[in-house]
């Protein structure tokens, strides 16, 4: 069966390191993107170079329409996806719950929950054999702060997150019968432009003392758990996480 990947947020970051990977190992490769244009068509360049297949969409997860046409511009492209990494993820500012306005909080749940809720409802819709699919594997990007809480910093992120444990143990259980794994990589503190979001770019150097392996990680080490997920070697697994955080 040709593999098809659609990366949510694969601009920068995690989901560019998972494109990156997947077109390594054969995937005709989909990122979606929010601004960044000239980040995603250069991962796209990357893996065309390599003689791999990639495309960019720019599409808001959070946005019902936008993901329809991400979805359909894929089934007329490449064909029907196989594989849905939901990585798209944001933050904001650090700060405590008590001086979040409902706005923030507004805007971290459309992306990071509502976002993947409707990403994983159009892949199940092509992917499972009650609706005729051939089947495929989902793999959602959680956080190790949905079990930490991520106190003073952002509790409303940590909270999506755990949302997102939950979505993967439900969906899983949903779709097992029907072809589709749905499984969870949960990173630690990794190495991105996220905390740049969340005001302090020099996040990780500031915490890793307090990580079992002193280290921050990389997208690549990420990705890695990701495809293995995805792949055939994982054909036993689903509704699992894989915590790739140095033991924290
Ligand atoms: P990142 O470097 O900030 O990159 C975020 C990516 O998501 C970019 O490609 C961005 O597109 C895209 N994006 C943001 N909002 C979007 C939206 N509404 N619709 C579509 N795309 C959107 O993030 P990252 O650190 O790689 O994080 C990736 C995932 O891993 C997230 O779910 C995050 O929560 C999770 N995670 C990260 C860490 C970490 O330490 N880095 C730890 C735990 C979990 P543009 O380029 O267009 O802005």
Not at 17 to 45: D, K, Q, T
Not at 93 to 109: E, F, H, S, W
Request: net charge negative.
């Amino acid at each position: 069966m040709k593999k098809i990947m659609i990366v949510t947020g694969g601009s920068r970051g995690i989901g560019a390191a998972v494109a990156r990977l997947a077109a390594s190992e054969g995937y005709a490769v989909c990122i979606s993107y929010l601004h960044n244009r000239s980040a995603a068509e250069e991962i796209v360049a990357e893996i065309t170079d390599r003689h791999g297949v990639a495309i960019a969409v720019q599409a808001d997860v959070a946005i019902e329409a936008d993901v329809l046409r991400l979805f359909s511009h894929v089934d007329a492209t490449l064909g029907t996806v196989t594989a849905l990494v939901n990585n798209a993820g944001i933050l904001e500012t650090q700060m405590r719950v008590d001086a979040m306005d409902a706005d923030r909080i507004t805007r971290i749940l459309m992306t990071n929950v509502l976002g993947s809720f409707i990403c994983a409802r159009e892949a199940v819709r092509r992917m499972s054999t009650a609706h005729g699919g051939a089947g495929g594997g989902i793999v959602n990007l959680s956080s190790r702060a949905s079990k930490l809480g991520a106190p003073g910093e952002y509790v409303d992120y940590a909270a999506s997150k755990a949302a997102i444990d939950t979505l993967t143990i439900g969906l899983a259980k949903e779709v097992a019968a029907e072809g589709i794994r749905v499984n969870t990589v949960s990173p630690g503190v990794i190495y991105t432009d996220i905390h740049a979001s969340g005001g302090e770019p020099g996040r990780v150097d500031r915490v890793k003392d307090g990580i079992p392996m002193k280290r921050g990680g990389y997208p690549e080490e990420v990705a890695h758990a990701v495809l293995w997920l995805l792949s055939d070697q994982a054909s036993f697994t689903t509704g699992a996480t894989i915590d790739v955080a140095g033991g924290r």
